[in-house]
């Protein structure tokens, strides 16, 4: 997990970590001499799992996860790349699962919920 420390023990998450319950933007609390996270003072966004087509050339699936992350940006939900084929996506608190499949429906490359 990436965060840029705001204060001596806060700092903000700077990716879409892997792990549960930490998520691109929440403000956290940490150990300064471990750097061991305490507790999640604010939530910012939640995240999930996503897989798409992984069939073709390199440059085929580099420009179809592209096209996905340019495609839901516009949603304000970021993607970040796991492996081909799967990427994890962080969205707004406001959107929901029901609010998020139409999103994806919609996305001109397939894509679903990991």
């Not at 910012?44 to 996860?65: C, H, L, M, Q």
């Amino acid at each position: 997990m990436w965060a840029r420390q705001i204060t001596e023990t806060t700092a903000k998450i700077d990716n879409i970590p892997l792990s549960r319950g930490n998520d691109l933007g929440d403000l956290m609390e940490f150990d300064p001499q471990t750097y061991k996270v305490k507790c999640v003072l604010e939530k910012a966004t939640w995240t999930a799992g996503v897989k798409y087509d992984k069939s073709g050339e390199p440059e085929e699936i580099r420009n179809r996860f592209r096209s996905i992350r340019t495609y839901l940006k516009e949603h304000d939900i970021h993607m970040e790349g796991a492996v081909a084929g799967v990427a994890m996506i962080s969205l707004p608190r406001d959107i929901s699962v029901e609010q998020l499949q139409p999103i994806l429906q919609m996305c001109p490359e397939s894509i679903e919920l990991a």
